[in-house]
């Protein structure tokens, strides 16, 4: 019997999903726990696994387009032909983290009477969910629609609704923690709370004591709460940056790092708006002129090969790279004194005027660099973000070299930039003309 695949619900208030893309083509094998298609609400965005094992078959939604939440969108068959008919959505299919009804706290009387906030479950294999921050304090009013707190998993990152109106009575679990789903993590008291209780899941219980009040009930929550109101999100644990799974991708797509969001004090966890607050950073030590240019490895390997038979020794990279960027360094800049710096495996050498000092004869000095070129071809990488103030050129790739160059207008205008990296792309890519 074929498996039916679902809109799944990522929110409360969750009616439609947008399919963001097929992960798997008709006709596709697939294992349970295997990534079918990326959906995206107006808070989330969620890779959905496979819920069972067969062929994808019968896609009836394709991407781009909004689906209520709980239709059928395609099956998982025995064979790779399906059924060859489109199934009927399910009709009335519930919501995995539906609003429980107003109910007590059970088997705590310690705690107040109200409706129970559960944590949700925003994926179909998901165990529990980590609370990035809450977003109401103790004693707070909140309104059906208000967040409440923000959770994130594995695969998405999203701001979840108190789903009642009252007062919060009750925090069950601390920021920064781990809730299994289903579990109890907060209650929303119809009237405010004279003891609100305030937990971590470590089992430390504190009870947020209000200030006392005229014998008549007070019709708002006290002004003060033990607690303060909007927490500031916490940072990542462990060097781990909090983000949607659409900002990752965006960031990813657009070659951007979210630790500059991090470095520039922004809280997180970051969606994806705050890629276009990204785009307007600058990196370390620069404001954000930056310029790449790719050329076949091939005019290089064959320099250094041209090199070592007219010599009869292994040529020095590092040197030779030094010398080409200073020679195209000097012309756009029209200036004398240039030291250029090179890394290479994390050893970094110095060479004054290499230009100078004959193709691959430059001599190492310890004056301050004009240009540190960062040599990354023997790794996977093709730039690195530009911690200091020197302008930086890194050289990446295997049959295709890739030059990335960071600086600052005041070290390096946008024409004299241009200008360099042109010259430059121009010598490495045929060598042999420059020089003969």
Not at 40 to 59: I, Q, R, W, Y
Not at 235 to 263: C, H, T
Request: aromatic share 2%; glycine share 10%; hydrophobic share 40%.
């Amino acid at each position: 019997m074929p498996h039916e695949v679902i809109m799944p619900a990522l929110g409360m208030a969750q009616e439609t999903g947008l399919l963001v893309r097929w992960l798997k083509s008709p006709g596709d094998a697939v294992a349970v726990g295997d990534l079918l298609f990326e959906v995206e609400t107006d808070k989330s965005t969620m890779e959905v696994e496979a819920p069972g094992d067969g062929f994808l078959t019968d896609l009836r939604a394709e991407a781009g387009a909004e689906v209520p939440v709980g239709d059928v969108i395609a099956l998982i068959s025995e064979t790779a032909e399906g059924t060859g008919a489109a199934p009927e959505a399910k009709a009335g299919a519930a919501a995995t983290d539906e609003v429980p009804e107003p109910a007590p706290a059970a088997n705590d009387t310690d705690l107040p009477d109200g409706a129970e906030v559960i944590m949700p479950a925003l994926g179909m294999a998901q165990d529990a969910g980590l609370i990035v921050a809450w977003h109401k304090g103790l004693g707070e009013a909140v309104a059906s629609g208000d967040v409440l707190f923000e959770v994130e998993t594995d695969k998405a990152t999203m701001e979840v609704e108190a789903g009642h109106d009252g007062y919060v009575a009750a925090l069950l679990a601390e920021a920064g923690e781990e809730a299994p789903v289903g579990d109890v993590i907060a209650i929303i008291s119809a009237s405010a709370p004279d003891a609100p209780v305030q937990r971590s899941l470590a089992g430390k219980t504190q009870e947020a004591r209000t200030p006392e009040r005229a014998e008549e009930p007070a019709p708002t929550p006290d002004p003060e709460p033990k607690t303060g109101k909007t927490p500031v999100p916490k940072p990542a644990m462990n060097g781990r940056i909090l983000a949607s799974p659409k900002a990752r991708r965006l960031a990813r797509e657009q070659g951007l790092d979210l630790e500059r969001l991090v470095q520039a004090g922004y809280e997180q966890p970051f969606h994806a708006a705050d890629i276009e607050t990204l785009k307007t950073l600058p990196a370390a030590g620069q404001s954000g002129l930056r310029i790449t240019a790719q050329i076949p490895a091939r005019g290089f390997t064959a320099l250094l090969t041209w090199i070592e038979a007219e010599t009869g020794t292994a040529p020095d990279p590092a040197a030779i790279l030094a010398a080409m960027a200073g020679a195209a360094l000097r012309r756009a800049m029209a200036a004398d004194g240039l030291t250029i710096a090179t890394e290479t495996d994390g050893q970094t050498r110095s060479f004054p005027d290499p230009d100078r000092a004959g193709l691959g004869a430059a001599q190492e000095g310890d004056a301050p660099p004009t240009l540190l070129i960062r040599d990354l071809t023997g790794t996977r990488l093709t730039s690195i973000s530009n911690t200091t103030a020197t302008p930086q050129l890194c050289i990446g790739g295997a049959q295709t070299l890739t030059l990335t160059l960071d600086c600052a207008p005041d070290h390096l205008s946008a024409e004299a930039a241009q200008d360099f990296m042109t010259d430059l792309a121009g010598r490495l890519a045929e060598p042999l003309r420059h020089l003969l």
